[in-house]
């Protein structure tokens, strides 16, 4: 089964209404920000950090034109030095490729090993658009139901301001 179906399956086991958007292979924001079909709906990027013992490993969504500043975040989670984990870090926890970072990558986390920080920004949100695993397609689905992926694979959600 591929990545996409995964996340699809997953999504209608907890019967949760999404819409798919399938599209060019998108690597970065910007590409993301080119693409007219994603236009009228709240895209988020997403950082996968660890702490500098390598111990703790945290997802980060936020609104695509916001920055997080570590340090702030570091604060918020009361976490050690944060910093971006490696590619081999996201495959082995998420079972993720760079340019494909997701929330829904969650799903890969059968340990639920990653704690996921969302910024407060996006509580209540409708129309968030993430990767379903696989940067050829976006779904769109509610901020309450991505919630609701993360908390029933047993992972940490946290809310801080950025």
Not at 72 to 87: K, P, T, V, Y
Not at 120 to 148: C, M, Q, R, Y
Request: overall charge negative; aromatic content about 6%.
């Amino acid at each position: 089964m591929d990545k996409i179906q995964k996340v699809l399956n997953k999504l209608d086991e907890l019967d949760i209404s999404y819409e798919i958007i399938r599209h060019k292979a998108v690597y970065t924001i910007e590409e993301m920000d080119e693409l007219k079909e994603l236009e009228n709906y709240e895209i988020v990027k997403n950082l996968f950090l660890r702490d500098d013992k390598g111990k703790e490993h945290y997802l980060v969504v936020l609104m695509k034109d916001k920055r997080a500043d570590l340090r702030n975040l570091r604060a918020q989670i009361e976490s050690r030095h944060l910093s971006f984990a490696s590619e081999k870090r996201l495959e082995k926890y998420l079972g993720l490729e760079t340019g494909a970072v997701s929330p829904l990558g969650i799903i890969n986390d059968s340990e639920a090993h990653v704690k996921v920080i969302f910024d407060k920004d996006l509580v209540g949100k409708e129309n968030i658009g993430v990767h379903p695993n696989d940067n050829t397609a976006t779904v769109i689905l509610s901020f309450d139901d991505l919630v609701k992926v993360i908390e029933d694979n047993g992972n940490k959600v946290m809310y801080v301001d950025l």
